[in-house]
């Protein structure tokens, strides 16, 4: 019997605001029964040590320093390496905050500028070395102020912290300039992997080639075009755990590729995404050997509009490409056949900080009167003297969901005259060329751990401030980062939602800096012999595999 459930979303802790996603059964799937949980784990089952994991995926990692990385390509391989301070919990790893290296949660003075973390003792790096409060702050000096020639994507989540400080080996210190909402958030980022600072002192590049972390896996080797492979790290401080022996990930960017592996038992799991079609395929072909989970996803594919570029420093050319976009039937569309679904704003539709779909149809772009939009495109095309624009679309070369909704995009901007031919490129080649605005306008992405409008926002800020390395539209835009700034700040929870609400009218609609498509869905079918996986609202936390146990028949 296949085993399924659609997981609800929820986001707790003093510190984090609640999210929730509707819950219910799921009746896509013909095959699939909606009897049982797929939480992974029957009651009363106690992990079993063991065994190998093999799972897929579907990008390889453009570098393998995760600071610096922004993709999933880094952290599904690598992740079993490392640790971090703070980590979401595997048991509800869309919600809840608990601690990794971290011995507890933060101390927070009366003034809340002050936050002491007490770190875990004994934890050993795999070259042998401990883990002391001197390697925290390299890491997190590293994550808020890199080196020349280092970048870090996670500058802007650390804005409300003024310094680091080793106070003792075992105590970590952070001074902020204003209380923080989300800073508990920020530490739990699952790319805030911690490093030596030995290591970082000899070769503030080393991490980039190589892998040294104190995660339950060591590095076995990396096999470029098939596979990353690790073992069980005997000292791993977290113990029993890990339960696995060993993990192989394989690279398989093809999908009837990827659901032959799982088919044929090669792979037991992708942790990203399936689409509707490669879990109805697996739950014919596998109908007792099946789980399936699905949730919403705290992802979306985003238009990066070349703002050093003309015409696209034009905003009429950004304005009319948005508002061509039949947002509300793609979504309905495209749901048969990938992994995206809801129609939202900057933040995740249903979220807690979400316009409801009324507010939302106001604001350019998301009009459901896509005739008139069209015509309105047209004529701003017209007055920006582009009536017959000509580009070159960027796009990753991961089809699932990449290239569905690039192709959905170039349908759409036909109906106003545009011709955007589709250029796609492997994930290193499409990141340097979005890093270093070699493109006119791109398909982008924003993927995050849960709903957190710091987290959200981070890549909205200005391209020459907090926004590098993750802003791909170039634009600095000082009215902006002062609103993000001040919605930080807020700490009302209506009164902050209006100021983001605020910000994606400006963003979308006035400006069109950037534009979200639609956003993403999450489907996992796997074998079900793979036990301790709950799926979350992304697919980015919990990749260390230490939770993960198999079951023998």
């Known amino acids: 019997m296949i085993r399924r459930a659609l997981i609800p979303c929820f986001m707790i802790g003093a510190l984090v605001l609640a999210a929730c996603a509707p819950s219910g059964p799921s009746t896509s799937s013909?095959?699939?029964?909606?009897?049982?949980?797929?939480?992974?784990?029957?009651?009363?089952?106690?992990?079993?040590?063991?065994?190998?994991?093999?799972?897929?995926?579907?990008?390889?990692?453009?570098t393998f320093d995760a600071h610096q990385s922004t993709t999933f390509a880094t952290l599904q391989p690598i992740s079993p390496h490392y640790s971090t301070l703070y980590k979401l919990d595997p048991a509800d790893n869309v919600s809840k905050i608990i601690p990794d290296a971290a011995d507890g949660l933060p101390t927070i003075s009366a003034d809340k500028l002050t936050w002491t973390v007490k770190i875990r003792s004994g934890i050993k790096f795999?070259?042998?070395?401990?883990?002391?409060?001197?390697?925290?702050?390299?890491?997190?000096?590293?994550?808020?102020?890199?080196?020349?020639?280092?970048?870090?994507?996670?500058?802007?989540?650390?804005?409300?912290?003024?310094?680091?400080?080793?106070?003792?080996?075992?105590?970590?210190?952070?001074?902020?300039?204003?209380?923080?909402?989300?800073?508990?958030?920020?530490?739990?980022s699952?790319?805030?992997?911690?490093?030596?600072?030995?290591?970082?002192?000899?070769?503030?590049?080393?991490?980039?080639?190589?892998?040294?972390?104190?995660?339950?896996?060591?590095?076995?080797?990396?096999?470029?075009?098939s596979y990353w492979a690790?073992?069980?790290?005997?000292?791993?401080?977290?113990?029993?755990?890990?339960?696995?022996?060993?993990?192989?990930?394989?690279?398989?960017?093809?999908?009837?590729?990827?659901?032959?592996?799982?088919?044929?038992?090669?792979?037991?799991?992708?942790?990203?995404g399936f689409t509707p079609q490669q879990r109805d395929t697996l739950s014919r072909a596998?109908?007792?050997?099946?789980?399936?989970?699905?949730?919403?996803?705290?992802?979306?594919?985003?238009?990066?509009?070349?703002?050093?570029?003309?015409p696209f420093d034009d905003v009429r050319v950004r304005q009319a490409l948005n508002i061509a976009i039949d947002r509300w039937a793609g979504g309905e569309a495209l749901s048969k056949q990938t992994i995206v679904k809801d129609v939202g704003g900057l933040m995740r539709p249903k979220g807690p900080f979400a316009m409801s779909d009324a507010d939302l149809e106001k604001v350019p772009g998301y009009s459901r009167d896509n005739k008139k939009a069209v015509e309105d495109?047209?004529?701003?095309?017209?007055?920006?003297?582009?009536?017959?624009?000509?580009?070159?679309?960027?796009?990753?070369?991961?089809?699932?969901?990449y290239e569905p909704?690039?192709?959905?995009?170039?349908?759409?901007?036909?109906?106003?005259?545009?011709?955007?031919?589709?250029?796609?490129k492997e994930t290193a080649a499409y990141q340097a060329d979005m890093r270093n605005g070699n493109f006119d306008v791109g398909l982008d992405f924003n993927c995050d751990y849960f709903d957190e409008?710091?987290?959200?926002?981070?890549?909205?800020?200005?391209?020459?401030?907090?926004?590098?390395?993750?802003?791909?539209?170039?634009?600095?835009?000082?009215?902006?980062?002062?609103?993000?700034?001040?919605?930080?700040?807020?700490?009302?929870?209506?009164?902050?939602?209006?100021?983001?609400?605020?910000?994606?009218?400006?963003?979308?609609?006035?400006?069109?800096?950037?534009?979200?498509?639609?956003?993403?869905?999450?489907?996992?079918?796997y074998l079900n012999i793979v036990r301790g996986y709950r799926i979350g609202s992304n697919h980015y936390t919990t990749m260390d595999m230490a939770n993960i146990w198999l079951a023998t028949k």
């Open 286 to 310: 596998l109908p007792n050997d099946l789980a399936v989970q699905e949730a919403a996803w705290v992802c979306v594919n985003y238009i990066s509009f070349n703002t050093k570029k003309k």
């Open 126 to 188: 795999h070259d042998g070395s401990v883990l002391t409060a001197e390697d925290v702050k390299a890491t997190y000096d590293k994550l808020k102020n890199p080196p020349t020639g280092v970048t870090s994507p996670r500058q802007a989540t650390l804005a409300a912290v003024d310094t680091f400080t080793a106070t003792d080996p075992t105590t970590f210190t952070i001074k902020l300039k204003y209380p923080s909402g989300s800073l508990l958030a920020a530490m739990a």
């Open 377 to 401: 495109a047209k004529k701003l095309l017209a007055d920006a003297g582009v009536p017959t624009l000509t580009f070159q679309f960027l796009n990753r070369n991961v089809t699932t969901p």
């Open 405 to 424: 909704v690039a192709l959905f995009l170039l349908n759409e901007w036909k109906k106003i005259g545009v011709t955007a031919t589709h250029l796609v």
């Open 190 to 225: 699952p790319w805030n992997y911690l490093y030596s600072a030995a290591k970082l002192k000899a070769d503030p590049k080393f991490y980039e080639k190589n892998i040294m972390g104190t995660g339950p896996f060591t590095f076995v080797e990396y096999v470029k075009g």
């Open 453 to 525: 409008p710091d987290l959200q926002l981070a890549k909205m800020y200005s391209a020459s401030g907090l926004g590098k390395g993750l802003n791909f539209s170039f634009y600095d835009d000082p009215k902006l980062d002062d609103m993000i700034a001040a919605q930080s700040k807020e700490t009302d929870a209506a009164k902050r939602k209006a100021l983001v609400n605020d910000i994606e009218r400006y963003v979308i609609g006035e400006k069109a800096w950037m534009v979200p498509v639609i956003w993403w869905y999450r489907i996992i079918p």
């Open 230 to 272: 690790g073992k069980k790290f005997a000292d791993y401080f977290d113990k029993p755990k890990p339960y696995l022996d060993s993990y192989k990930a394989f690279f398989i960017t093809d999908v009837n590729r990827q659901t032959t592996a799982i088919q044929s038992k090669q792979a037991m799991i992708e942790f990203r």
């Open 30 to 62: 013909p095959a699939a029964s909606a009897a049982g949980t797929a939480a992974a784990t029957a009651a009363g089952e106690q992990p079993k040590p063991g065994g190998e994991l093999t799972y897929i995926v579907t990008a390889e990692p453009p």
